[in-house]
């Protein structure tokens, strides 16, 4: 009984430690959440952004629903696409979710 009571007593001093090695392993997994899934999604949102920011009239785009077209007008929140000779869509600005890279 004494032995066990002294082996507990002995782990006690030892608990200091156990809370460092808590608060490094929390602040680890904090940066590996960071750098895995944070950043990379600021960082499409930027470039989204950007997107969204330097469309102009005559751009070929995939709007987020998958329709391909090219910008007749812009205006403040919402582009006119032509996704064929005489048909004429009203999309949001923001529903823009690729501009592919011109081949012609």
Known sequence: MVSTAYAMGGSAGQGGQQGYEGMIMLVLMFAIFYFLLIRPQQKRAKQHRKLIESLKSGDNVITAGGIHGKIVTVQDDVITLEVD????????????????????
């Not at 000779?85 to 012609?104: C, D, F």
Request: hydrophobic content about 35%.
């Open 85 to 104: 000779k005489g048909i004429k869509l009203k999309v949001n600005r923001t529903s823009v979710s690729a501009a592919p890279a011109q081949s012609e």
